[in-house]
């Protein structure tokens, strides 16, 4: 998919995050210390977009720059202080924190739940008959609908009736306008979850050593440590 239209489907989602921060940072003297975070643009939208004014109001003596990315690599953690990003835990790295292990269940509108009978566990016959909407990018990290079928005890499963979408919000959208299922992690759809605008489904596969990382050079600064603190609880509520 082009990159013109990739930026066409990323832009408002982008202003949308932007404008966020401009409200959130009106007022603040360049004199406040500024902690820059750098995410993934599905985590950056799904999960921080609907907290930063909790984040703000916990901190109301520093100001944050969220740096929303594309890639895989932002753990530079020269540029910035702190970088989440999904990935396999390194348990020799001491600079990365798990903040959320991977957990990744079927979800979809409850519509489209009542309209193909589907019940609190999905089977192989509902993934064979119903459209499955997933990520184009074929990245080893992130479970596709083949690997998570196969973890889940399902075996193969004909991919010829799903529809591909290029970032994560845009799946999921998809997902709430009723045109599918696909698969969640569940720190990214909570708050759908607990809105009623998705329904989550069964099974769950759970991979301990894959999930949300939190990597960076200041784990013992005085400011970082207590934002730190404030993602490790949050995530954890979020998800109980």
């Not at 989602?13 to 210390?33: C, D, I, K, M, T």
């Not at 999960?47 to 109001?57: A, G, K, N, S, T």
């Not at 835990?89 to 001491?94: E, F, I, L, M, V």
């Not at 903040?99 to 079927?106: D, H, S």
Request: glycine share 6%; with cysteine; proline share 6%.
């Amino acid at each position: 998919m082009g990159g013109k239209r990739f930026y066409e489907d990323l832009s408002p989602l982008l202003s949308n995050l932007h404008s966020a921060l401009e409200r959130v940072q009106a007022g603040f003297s360049n004199h406040v210390p500024l902690i820059t975070i750098s995410a993934n643009f599905g985590f950056s939208h799904l999960w921080l977009l609907p907290r930063l004014h909790i984040l703000q109001r916990e901190f109301p003596d520093l100001r944050f720059q969220i740096l929303p990315v594309d890639t895989h690599d932002i753990s530079n953690l020269h540029d910035v202080d702190l970088a989440i990003s999904f990935d396999q835990r390194n348990p020799r790295q001491d600079t990365e924190i798990m903040l959320a292990p991977e957990r990744v269940f079927p979800v979809c509108s409850p519509g489209f739940a009542l309209a193909h009978g589907l019940g609190a566990d999905v089977t192989a016959r509902d993934l064979r008959s119903v459209a499955l909407l997933h990520m184009d990018e074929r990245n080893p990290r992130w479970l596709d609908w083949a690997r998570w079928s196969s973890l889940a005890g399902f075996g193969p499963i004909d991919e010829k009736t799903s529809f591909t979408f290029n970032n994560y919000p845009l799946l999921l959208n998809a997902a709430i306008q009723g045109h599918g299922l696909t698969l969640a992690w569940g720190a990214l759809v909570e708050k759908a979850v607990q809105d009623g605008l998705l329904v989550r489904l069964g099974p769950t596969v759970l991979r301990e050593d894959h999930g949300y990382l939190l990597r960076t050079r200041h784990r013992n600064n005085a400011l970082i440590t207590p934002v730190i603190d404030w993602f490790k609880s949050s995530i954890v509520q979020a998800s109980t």
